[in-house]
């Protein structure tokens, strides 16, 4: 008897709707794309990656802008049985190189407009081939596919097959790969379908951006599952937004969108009749917000909470009590404990580092395996590294993070990565990164530099000085001076303190 296929892209098709002429995509004042579509072609573009000498287990890095033929080279990859890196398009260069040269891919699908640096990039790390793919579908990669037929056969895979490496900052400065298998996403996917209660009449507003988990495994992985309808929005834009809403069921964004949504004054009950689910995550969603959304519209935010190393891991119930500042129980199938540095597992109510286990949790770090066994407990458990407290409900609320992580618009900033690069600035003696609260963002990345007497430095040529060094979401909005750098009996920067001292910066304003 022939094992199943496990790959990913089996179990979309498998939901596909009966009548492939049903729609899949839409470009609101543009193309729709069928499911038939969908089908035909990924199956040109898996052809043309297959000709391009990808065989199973070879990565295909890429940093495009958000289109339809992107997400068709996503699904394009997990036929071909190749391992897709999406790479977050506010990358620069010397982060792209790291990239490049850790992943060693057998293709980098680039924007035209970066073909040049691309190929110099490529070149340095031993890439064989650039492909280009622009936002409006066209480039190398589509006119090569465009020459393929469309019949393709699956690659088959098993469940440990790794479908994905999504990359996630490190707190030394360098980021690791975390790879997630055809059988991680599967389960994620499927349990959100039906912890969502997804239906047939369903249509989703995709918003977000499908470089990262939010968008592309939470969202289109989902709708895929439910063989219906998403509109496509290039970026979000809070009056087109508005404008679809009547049109859509299901809507899924980072605490920002909500904020963004809330600022214009005719976005109400009215806007949303047609709603069935708001989600939000990716970021604390404020209380405030929380209340403010549901007093305007008359609908509950779902707030959930995951991270790129597991998919989705909590969510606060489709039918039941959905409570501000908590991200609900876990999901089916998922465990979540509390436990001190050492493992012991703590009482309930009681603040501790959130460990959990599950057929979503990731395999591991790439070419990383000592890193790989400091992450989890012997029994299996992930240590997430975010400090959390579980009530006698079993719902989770997240209450701050044990390695300094800022989660700031949905992204994460490890404070390192953006401390060395301030560092290196001549002047500059040291320099300390933190969080503080910010309306629009969640948590505003904030720096404070001790500089050497008579240095010529202020905030502005600071912020000038890395903007060309780091992706702009890891870019302080606000940079302040200070004589000495508070410490600890063991040397280290009271972080605490720091955010204490400068609580409340972006209140007023709301910060830049």
């Known amino acids: 008897m022939t094992a199943p296929n496990e790959n990913l892209y089996s179990l979309f098709e498998s939901r596909f709707p009966a009548d492939r002429s049903r729609p899949f995509l839409e470009i609101p004042g543009g193309k729709t794309w069928s499911y038939a579509d ?15 000498g990808v065989t199973p287990g070879e990565r295909v890095a890429v940093q495009v802008e958000k289109s339809p033929e992107a997400l068709f080279l996503y699904l394009a990859c997990l036929r071909a049985g190749a391992i897709y890196l999406p790479l977050n398009t506010a990358y620069k260069a010397g982060e792209i190189g790291y990239f490049l ?15 040049a ?51 996630t900052s490190g707190t030394t400065g360098r980021s690791k790969g975390a ?8 389960s994620n996917a499927l349990v959100l379908h039906e912890a969502w209660g997804f239906e047939p009449s369903d249509v989703l507003l995709h918003a977000l951006p499908i470089y990262h988990t939010h968008g592309l495994f939470v969202a289109t992985n989902t709708v895929l599952l439910n063989g219906t309808a998403m509109i496509f929005l290039a970026k979000f834009d809070p009056r087109q937004v508005m404008d679809l809403l009547p049109r859509a069921t299901v809507f899924m964004g980072v605490p920002t969108l909500y904020v963004r949504l809330l600022e214009q004054e005719d976005f109400g009950a009215e806007t949303c009749r047609a709603m069935r ?34 998919g989705m891991i909590t969510s606060n119930p489709l039918r039941g009590e959905r409570i501000a500042g908590k991200v609900g129980p876990p999901l089916p199938g998922v465990q979540a404990r509390v436990a001190d540095e050492n493992g012991n597992i703590l009482k309930t109510g009681e603040v501790g580092i959130l460990e959990i286990k599950g057929p979503n949790v990731f395999k591991g770090y790439w070419r990383m395996p000592e890193k790989t066994a400091e992450e989890f407990r012997p029994d299996g458990f992930f240590i997430t590294g975010d400090m959390a407290v579980i009530d006698e409900d079993g719902y989770v609320a997240i209450v701050g993070r044990s ?28 320099s300390a990164v933190i969080g503080l609260a910010h309306k629009d963002f969640g948590e505003g990345v904030t720096a404070v530099v001790k500089v050497e007497a008579g240095a010529a430095l202020d905030e502005a040529g600071i912020i000038a000085a890395i903007k060309d060094e780091l992706a ?29 001292r400068y609580a409340g910066t972006y209140d007023s304003s709301g910060g830049r």
């Not at 989660?407 to 600035?425: R, T």
Request: glycine share 8%; proline share 5%; charged share 25%.
């Open 101 to 115: 040269g850790d992943s060693e891919p057998r293709v980098f699908v680039c924007d035209p407009a970066a073909e």
């Open 117 to 167: 640096e691309a190929r110099d990039l490529a070149e340095k790390s031993g890439v064989a081939h650039v492909e280009t793919l622009g936002a409006d579908g066209t480039g190398s990669l589509t006119e090569g596919a465009a020459a393929e037929g469309s019949d393709c056969e699956t690659a088959p895979a098993k469940a440990d097959d790794i479908a994905a490496i999504l990359y």
């Open 38 to 52: 969908l089908k035909a072609e990924s199956g040109r573009i898996a052809n043309r990656l297959r000709a391009l």
């Open 472 to 500: 702009m979401f890891k870019v302080p909005k606000r940079v302040f001076f200070i004589d000495e750098l508070p410490r600890n009996a063991m040397g280290k920067v009271q972080k605490n303190a720091l955010r204490e």
């Open 403 to 430: 390695k300094d992580l800022v989660i700031s618009g949905g992204f994460n900033v490890y404070p390192k990565e953006v401390e060395l690069a301030i560092d290196a600035l001549p002047g500059v003696l040291e």
């Open 277 to 310: 689910l708001f989600v939000a995550g990716s970021a604390p969603l404020l209380p405030q917000t929380f209340e403010e959304f549901s007093a305007r519209t008359g609908h509950t935010v779902l707030e959930r909470y995951g991270m790129t190393e597991a």
């Open 179 to 186: 790879m997630l298998s055809h059988g991680n996403l599967a």
